[in-house]
Protein backbone atom coordinates (compact mmCIF):
# COMPACT_ATOMS: atom_id res chain seq x y z
CA UNK A 1 0.00 0.00 0.00
CA UNK A 2 1.29 3.49 -0.78
CA UNK A 3 1.91 6.01 1.85
CA UNK A 4 -0.77 8.41 2.93
CA UNK A 5 -0.54 11.22 0.84
CA UNK A 6 -1.86 15.29 1.85
CA UNK A 7 -4.74 16.37 4.36
CA UNK A 8 -7.47 14.12 5.14
CA UNK A 9 -11.01 14.39 3.34
CA UNK A 10 -13.24 17.62 4.47
CA UNK A 11 -16.86 17.47 4.05
CA UNK A 12 -16.79 19.33 0.49
CA UNK A 13 -13.84 16.42 -0.58
CA UNK A 14 -16.58 13.45 0.73
CA UNK A 15 -19.85 15.46 -1.49
CA UNK A 16 -17.48 15.50 -4.68
CA UNK A 17 -16.74 12.24 -3.92
CA UNK A 18 -20.41 11.24 -4.03
CA UNK A 19 -20.78 13.24 -6.90
CA UNK A 20 -17.94 11.46 -8.42
CA UNK A 21 -16.06 14.57 -8.77
CA UNK A 22 -13.23 14.21 -6.14
CA UNK A 23 -10.02 15.78 -7.39
CA UNK A 24 -6.99 13.60 -8.22
CA UNK A 25 -5.15 14.56 -5.39
CA UNK A 26 -7.86 13.73 -2.98
CA UNK A 27 -8.99 10.37 -4.79
CA UNK A 28 -5.23 9.06 -4.57
CA UNK A 29 -5.13 10.27 -0.66
CA UNK A 30 -8.61 8.15 -0.69
CA UNK A 31 -6.73 5.38 -2.11
CA UNK A 32 -4.11 5.03 0.42
CA UNK A 33 -5.90 6.22 3.69
CA UNK A 34 -8.27 3.76 5.44
CA UNK A 35 -9.81 6.11 7.88
CA UNK A 36 -11.02 8.32 5.19
CA UNK A 37 -11.92 5.55 2.83
CA UNK A 38 -13.92 3.41 5.74
CA UNK A 39 -16.08 7.34 5.97
CA UNK A 40 -16.37 7.63 2.37
CA UNK A 41 -18.16 4.28 2.16
CA UNK A 42 -20.45 4.42 5.40
CA UNK A 43 -21.49 8.23 3.46
CA UNK A 44 -22.19 6.50 0.55
CA UNK A 45 -24.14 3.81 1.85
CA UNK A 46 -26.27 6.28 3.94
CA UNK A 47 -26.80 8.53 0.63
CA UNK A 48 -27.68 5.04 -1.23
CA UNK A 49 -30.18 4.24 1.64
CA UNK A 50 -31.85 7.27 1.17
CA UNK A 51 -32.21 7.65 -2.01
CA UNK A 52 -33.84 3.69 -1.99
CA UNK A 53 -36.52 4.93 0.49
CA UNK A 54 -40.21 3.83 -0.91
CA UNK A 55 -42.33 5.67 -2.97
CA UNK A 56 -44.66 7.60 -1.31
CA UNK A 57 -47.75 9.41 -2.39
CA UNK A 58 -51.19 10.70 -1.79
CA UNK A 59 -54.38 8.72 -1.93
CA UNK A 60 -56.11 8.76 -4.63
CA UNK A 61 -58.05 12.31 -5.66
CA UNK A 62 -55.65 14.20 -4.58
CA UNK A 63 -55.78 16.20 -7.38
CA UNK A 64 -60.08 16.81 -7.14
CA UNK A 65 -59.83 17.14 -3.44
CA UNK A 66 -57.06 20.88 -3.79
CA UNK A 67 -59.33 22.10 -6.89
CA UNK A 68 -62.65 21.62 -4.53
CA UNK A 69 -61.10 24.34 -2.67
CA UNK A 70 -58.91 26.53 -5.36
CA UNK A 71 -60.55 29.60 -7.20
CA UNK A 72 -59.25 29.46 -10.67
CA UNK A 73 -58.83 33.19 -11.36
CA UNK A 74 -58.03 34.43 -14.61
CA UNK A 75 -54.83 37.25 -15.17
CA UNK A 76 -56.10 40.81 -15.41
CA UNK A 77 -55.77 40.73 -19.19
CA UNK A 78 -57.97 37.77 -20.38
CA UNK A 79 -60.05 39.17 -17.82
CA UNK A 80 -60.34 42.34 -19.02
CA UNK A 81 -60.75 40.85 -23.43
CA UNK A 82 -63.47 38.58 -21.73
CA UNK A 83 -65.23 41.89 -20.18
CA UNK A 84 -64.99 43.62 -23.17
CA UNK A 85 -66.35 40.66 -25.42
CA UNK A 86 -69.16 39.88 -23.19
CA UNK A 87 -69.83 44.24 -23.13
CA UNK A 88 -69.74 44.19 -27.20
CA UNK A 89 -72.11 41.29 -27.57
CA UNK A 90 -74.68 42.06 -25.22
CA UNK A 91 -76.85 43.69 -27.62
CA UNK A 92 -77.40 44.62 -31.03
CA UNK A 93 -77.23 48.19 -29.79
CA UNK A 94 -73.77 47.73 -28.19
CA UNK A 95 -72.64 45.91 -31.03
CA UNK A 96 -73.22 48.55 -33.41
CA UNK A 97 -72.33 50.98 -30.86
CA UNK A 98 -68.83 49.54 -30.89
CA UNK A 99 -68.66 49.22 -34.44
CA UNK A 100 -69.65 52.18 -35.05
CA UNK A 101 -66.13 53.64 -32.39
CA UNK A 102 -64.24 51.04 -34.33
CA UNK A 103 -65.27 52.82 -38.10
CA UNK A 104 -64.80 56.37 -36.18
CA UNK A 105 -61.05 55.34 -34.76
CA UNK A 106 -59.94 53.81 -37.78
CA UNK A 107 -60.92 56.32 -40.02
CA UNK A 108 -59.14 58.94 -37.97
CA UNK A 109 -56.25 57.14 -38.37
CA UNK A 110 -56.68 56.66 -41.99
CA UNK A 111 -57.66 60.19 -42.55
CA UNK A 112 -54.42 61.35 -40.95
CA UNK A 113 -52.28 59.39 -42.34
CA UNK A 114 -53.40 60.60 -45.86
CA UNK A 115 -53.55 63.89 -44.88
CA UNK A 116 -49.59 63.60 -43.57
CA UNK A 117 -48.34 62.31 -46.60
CA UNK A 118 -50.37 64.74 -48.56
CA UNK A 119 -49.06 67.79 -47.05
CA UNK A 120 -45.15 66.88 -46.47
CA UNK A 121 -44.39 70.43 -47.08
CA UNK A 122 -46.56 72.37 -44.50
CA UNK A 123 -45.30 69.48 -41.79
CA UNK A 124 -41.69 70.28 -42.72
CA UNK A 125 -42.35 74.13 -42.70
CA UNK A 126 -44.17 74.12 -38.84
CA UNK A 127 -41.20 71.52 -38.12
CA UNK A 128 -38.27 74.34 -38.74
CA UNK A 129 -40.92 77.19 -37.27
CA UNK A 130 -40.99 75.06 -33.93
CA UNK A 131 -37.10 74.11 -34.16
CA UNK A 132 -36.30 77.89 -34.62
CA UNK A 133 -38.53 78.62 -31.39
CA UNK A 134 -36.84 76.00 -29.57
CA UNK A 135 -33.39 76.96 -30.37
CA UNK A 136 -34.20 80.92 -29.68
CA UNK A 137 -35.75 79.86 -26.28
CA UNK A 138 -32.29 78.23 -25.31
CA UNK A 139 -30.42 81.38 -26.31
CA UNK A 140 -32.12 83.32 -23.82
CA UNK A 141 -32.17 81.04 -21.23
CA UNK A 142 -28.42 81.35 -21.54
CA UNK A 143 -27.87 84.42 -21.67
CA UNK A 144 -29.95 85.13 -18.70
CA UNK A 145 -27.82 82.38 -16.82
CA UNK A 146 -24.58 83.97 -17.66
CA UNK A 147 -25.99 87.73 -16.85
CA UNK A 148 -26.94 86.07 -13.66
CA UNK A 149 -23.71 84.62 -13.09
CA UNK A 150 -21.80 87.66 -13.47
CA UNK A 151 -23.60 90.18 -11.34
CA UNK A 152 -22.82 87.68 -8.48
CA UNK A 153 -20.61 89.55 -5.80
CA UNK A 154 -17.68 86.60 -5.97
CA UNK A 155 -17.45 86.77 -10.01
CA UNK A 156 -14.63 89.59 -9.61
CA UNK A 157 -12.47 86.64 -7.46
CA UNK A 158 -13.06 84.13 -9.85
CA UNK A 159 -12.11 86.17 -12.48
CA UNK A 160 -8.64 86.97 -11.01
CA UNK A 161 -8.44 83.66 -10.63
CA UNK A 162 -9.41 82.41 -13.84
CA UNK A 163 -6.56 85.55 -15.11
CA UNK A 164 -3.41 83.11 -13.31
CA UNK A 165 -3.11 79.14 -15.27
CA UNK A 166 -1.02 77.86 -11.97
CA UNK A 167 -3.90 79.47 -9.50
CA UNK A 168 -6.66 78.09 -11.53
CA UNK A 169 -4.74 74.66 -12.13
CA UNK A 170 -4.07 74.79 -8.13
CA UNK A 171 -7.97 75.20 -7.88
CA UNK A 172 -9.23 73.06 -10.17
CA UNK A 173 -7.01 69.91 -8.59
CA UNK A 174 -8.15 70.73 -5.28
CA UNK A 175 -11.55 70.79 -6.39
CA UNK A 176 -11.22 67.48 -8.15
CA UNK A 177 -9.59 65.81 -5.39
CA UNK A 178 -12.79 66.92 -2.84
CA UNK A 179 -14.99 65.33 -5.69
CA UNK A 180 -13.34 62.10 -5.63
CA UNK A 181 -13.27 61.83 -1.86
CA UNK A 182 -16.75 62.49 -1.57
CA UNK A 183 -17.44 59.94 -4.42
CA UNK A 184 -15.25 57.40 -2.55
CA UNK A 185 -16.94 58.15 0.65
CA UNK A 186 -20.36 57.78 -0.93
CA UNK A 187 -19.54 54.67 -2.09
CA UNK A 188 -18.09 53.18 1.41
CA UNK A 189 -21.89 54.27 3.13
CA UNK A 190 -23.70 52.09 0.04
CA UNK A 191 -21.77 49.29 -0.48
CA UNK A 192 -23.66 46.11 0.42
CA UNK A 193 -22.59 44.17 3.85
CA UNK A 194 -20.34 40.99 2.42
CA UNK A 195 -22.76 38.27 4.08
CA UNK A 196 -21.34 35.60 6.42
CA UNK A 197 -21.33 32.69 5.38
CA UNK A 198 -21.16 29.72 7.80
CA UNK A 199 -18.20 27.26 7.80
CA UNK A 200 -19.37 24.16 5.73
CA UNK A 201 -17.16 21.84 8.34
CA UNK A 202 -19.71 19.20 10.39
CA UNK B 1 -62.18 28.46 -22.34
CA UNK B 2 -59.33 30.05 -20.62
CA UNK B 3 -61.04 28.92 -17.55
CA UNK B 4 -60.69 25.48 -18.81
CA UNK B 5 -57.21 25.71 -19.18
CA UNK B 6 -55.95 27.26 -16.10
CA UNK B 7 -57.70 24.47 -14.62
CA UNK B 8 -56.02 22.11 -16.76
CA UNK B 9 -52.68 23.51 -15.95
CA UNK B 10 -53.18 23.86 -12.16
CA UNK B 11 -54.15 19.88 -12.02
CA UNK B 12 -50.47 19.59 -14.52
CA UNK B 13 -49.21 21.12 -11.78
CA UNK B 14 -50.47 19.14 -8.65
CA UNK B 15 -49.97 15.68 -11.06
CA UNK B 16 -46.32 16.69 -11.46
CA UNK B 17 -45.70 17.99 -7.82
CA UNK B 18 -47.80 16.21 -5.68
CA UNK B 19 -45.32 12.54 -5.01
CA UNK B 20 -42.41 15.18 -4.05
CA UNK B 21 -44.47 17.32 -1.61
CA UNK B 22 -46.35 14.69 -0.60
CA UNK B 23 -43.51 13.00 0.35
CA UNK B 24 -41.42 15.41 1.66
CA UNK B 25 -43.81 16.71 4.07
CA UNK B 26 -44.52 12.98 5.16
CA UNK B 27 -41.13 12.18 6.07
CA UNK B 28 -41.30 15.53 8.08
CA UNK B 29 -44.38 14.55 10.02
CA UNK B 30 -44.42 11.20 9.77
CA UNK B 31 -48.24 10.73 9.83
CA UNK B 32 -50.44 10.18 6.17
CA UNK B 33 -53.45 11.89 7.21
CA UNK B 34 -51.51 15.17 8.28
CA UNK B 35 -49.09 15.40 5.75
CA UNK B 36 -51.94 15.00 2.93
CA UNK B 37 -53.51 18.09 5.01
CA UNK B 38 -50.21 19.64 4.51
CA UNK B 39 -50.08 18.60 1.07
CA UNK B 40 -53.50 19.73 0.39
CA UNK B 41 -52.70 22.98 2.33
CA UNK B 42 -49.46 23.73 0.26
CA UNK B 43 -51.40 23.47 -3.21
CA UNK B 44 -54.21 25.27 -1.92
CA UNK B 45 -51.90 28.56 -1.38
CA UNK B 46 -49.84 28.06 -3.67
CA UNK B 47 -52.68 27.70 -6.37
CA UNK B 48 -54.54 30.86 -5.08
CA UNK B 49 -51.72 33.03 -4.76
CA UNK B 50 -50.24 31.96 -8.26
CA UNK B 51 -50.21 35.56 -9.27
CA UNK B 52 -47.39 36.37 -6.72
CA UNK B 53 -45.11 33.75 -8.01
CA UNK B 54 -41.93 35.39 -9.80
CA UNK B 55 -41.16 33.54 -12.58
CA UNK B 56 -37.55 34.71 -12.41
CA UNK B 57 -37.85 31.58 -9.71
CA UNK B 58 -38.17 27.76 -10.04
CA UNK B 59 -41.52 26.91 -9.04
CA UNK B 60 -40.24 24.09 -7.32
CA UNK B 61 -38.55 25.74 -5.02
CA UNK B 62 -41.46 27.95 -4.27
CA UNK B 63 -43.66 25.32 -3.97
CA UNK B 64 -40.96 22.99 -1.59
CA UNK B 65 -40.59 26.52 0.22
CA UNK B 66 -44.68 26.53 0.97
CA UNK B 67 -44.87 22.74 2.14
CA UNK B 68 -41.22 23.27 4.28
CA UNK B 69 -42.73 26.12 6.66
CA UNK B 70 -45.95 24.45 6.74
CA UNK B 71 -44.11 21.21 8.44
CA UNK B 72 -42.23 23.22 10.26
CA UNK B 73 -45.14 25.44 11.71
CA UNK B 74 -46.63 22.27 12.24
CA UNK B 75 -43.75 20.34 13.98
CA UNK B 76 -43.48 23.47 15.94
CA UNK B 77 -46.85 23.40 17.32
CA UNK B 78 -46.68 19.87 17.64
CA UNK B 79 -43.46 17.28 18.92
CA UNK B 80 -43.32 14.26 17.05
CA UNK B 81 -40.74 12.26 17.97
CA UNK B 82 -42.10 8.59 17.14
CA UNK B 83 -41.75 6.96 13.63
CA UNK B 84 -44.38 3.97 12.97
CA UNK B 85 -44.40 1.96 9.66
CA UNK B 86 -47.26 0.24 10.55
CA UNK B 87 -48.96 3.71 10.95
CA UNK B 88 -49.73 6.96 12.66
CA UNK B 89 -48.74 6.92 16.45
CA UNK B 90 -52.13 8.99 16.91
CA UNK B 91 -54.41 6.05 15.13
CA UNK B 92 -57.14 5.78 17.41
CA UNK B 93 -57.96 1.87 15.75
CA UNK B 94 -56.23 -1.12 13.64
CA UNK B 95 -58.18 0.93 10.39
CA UNK B 96 -56.69 3.94 11.29
CA UNK B 97 -53.38 2.04 11.57
CA UNK B 98 -53.94 0.63 8.48
CA UNK B 99 -54.96 3.61 6.45
CA UNK B 100 -51.62 5.74 7.83
CA UNK B 101 -49.41 3.23 7.09
CA UNK B 102 -46.00 3.86 5.01
CA UNK B 103 -47.32 2.26 1.87
CA UNK B 104 -43.80 0.71 0.71
CA UNK B 105 -43.28 0.53 -3.40
CA UNK B 106 -42.85 -3.01 -4.65
CA UNK B 107 -38.68 -2.79 -5.05
CA UNK B 108 -38.18 -5.69 -3.10
CA UNK B 109 -37.83 -9.14 -5.09
CA UNK B 110 -38.45 -11.56 -2.46
CA UNK B 111 -40.29 -11.79 0.74
CA UNK B 112 -37.01 -12.26 2.71
CA UNK B 113 -35.80 -8.98 0.66
CA UNK B 114 -38.95 -7.47 1.44
CA UNK B 115 -38.42 -8.23 5.33
CA UNK B 116 -34.78 -7.06 4.96
CA UNK B 117 -35.45 -3.90 3.00
CA UNK B 118 -38.66 -3.04 5.32
CA UNK B 119 -36.04 -3.76 8.31
CA UNK B 120 -33.60 -1.42 6.44
CA UNK B 121 -36.33 1.46 5.30
CA UNK B 122 -37.66 1.47 8.61
CA UNK B 123 -34.38 2.08 10.11
CA UNK B 124 -33.33 4.56 8.18
CA UNK B 125 -36.65 6.03 8.08
CA UNK B 126 -36.39 6.37 12.60
CA UNK B 127 -33.18 7.40 12.03
CA UNK B 128 -34.22 10.32 9.76
CA UNK B 129 -37.26 11.19 12.09
CA UNK B 130 -34.93 11.84 15.26
CA UNK B 131 -33.16 14.56 13.21
CA UNK B 132 -33.29 17.94 14.00
CA UNK B 133 -36.37 19.24 11.47
CA UNK B 134 -34.05 21.70 9.78
CA UNK B 135 -31.67 18.97 8.97
CA UNK B 136 -34.61 16.53 7.99
CA UNK B 137 -35.68 19.20 4.99
CA UNK B 138 -32.01 19.51 3.97
CA UNK B 139 -31.19 15.87 4.16
CA UNK B 140 -34.83 14.92 2.05
CA UNK B 141 -34.37 17.65 -0.46
CA UNK B 142 -30.88 16.56 -1.12
CA UNK B 143 -30.76 13.19 -1.64
CA UNK B 144 -34.51 11.93 -1.75
CA UNK B 145 -35.49 14.87 -3.81
CA UNK B 146 -31.80 15.21 -5.45
CA UNK B 147 -31.86 19.31 -5.11
CA UNK B 148 -29.07 21.28 -5.78
CA UNK B 149 -27.42 22.68 -2.17
CA UNK B 150 -28.05 26.33 -3.77
CA UNK B 151 -32.03 25.40 -4.65
CA UNK B 152 -32.19 24.16 -0.85
CA UNK B 153 -30.98 27.35 0.52
CA UNK B 154 -33.28 29.00 -1.76
CA UNK B 155 -36.56 26.70 -0.35
CA UNK B 156 -35.48 26.61 3.23
CA UNK B 157 -33.74 30.93 3.37
CA UNK B 158 -31.14 29.41 4.52
CA UNK B 159 -27.32 30.12 3.68
CA UNK B 160 -25.20 27.98 0.86
CA UNK B 161 -23.19 27.22 3.90
CA UNK B 162 -25.60 26.48 6.62
CA UNK B 163 -27.07 24.37 4.21
CA UNK B 164 -23.99 22.09 4.00
CA UNK B 165 -22.96 22.07 7.19
CA UNK B 166 -26.67 20.88 7.97
CA UNK B 167 -26.95 18.04 5.59
CA UNK B 168 -23.20 17.25 6.64
CA UNK B 169 -24.43 16.97 10.55
CA UNK B 170 -27.28 15.12 9.63
CA UNK B 171 -25.69 12.70 7.42
CA UNK B 172 -23.05 12.43 10.23
CA UNK B 173 -26.00 11.97 12.66
CA UNK B 174 -27.51 9.25 10.62
CA UNK B 175 -24.16 7.19 10.35
CA UNK B 176 -23.83 7.25 14.23
CA UNK B 177 -27.75 6.17 14.26
CA UNK B 178 -27.13 3.39 11.75
CA UNK B 179 -24.09 2.13 13.16
CA UNK B 180 -25.70 -0.81 14.20
CA UNK B 181 -26.89 -2.13 11.21
CA UNK B 182 -22.97 -2.34 9.80
CA UNK B 183 -22.08 -4.05 12.84
CA UNK B 184 -24.03 -7.05 12.10
Keep these: MSPVSGPHLTPDDLDAWLAGALAPAALEHLAACPACRERAETEGEI ?8 LVSPAAGFADRVMTRVAVVQPLRVRTIDLIRQRVFASRRSLAFAASLLVLVAGSMAGSIAWTLGHQETLAALGGWLTAQAGQAVWLGVRGVASNFIEQPWFAGFKDLAASPGRLGFATALALVAYLSGVLALRRLLALPTPRVAHASA | MARAGREAAYRELIRRYERPIFALLFRMVRDRELAEDLAQETFIKALNAIESYRPEFKFSSWIFKIANNAAIDHLRRRELDTLSLDGSPHAATPEAMQATALQIGARQESPLDAVEARELGGAIEAAIGRLRPEYRSCILLRHV ?12 DLPLGTVKTYIHRARNELRQSLAHLREE
Design chain 1, 47 to 54: VSLIAALP
Design chain 2, 145 to 156: EGRAYEEIAEIL
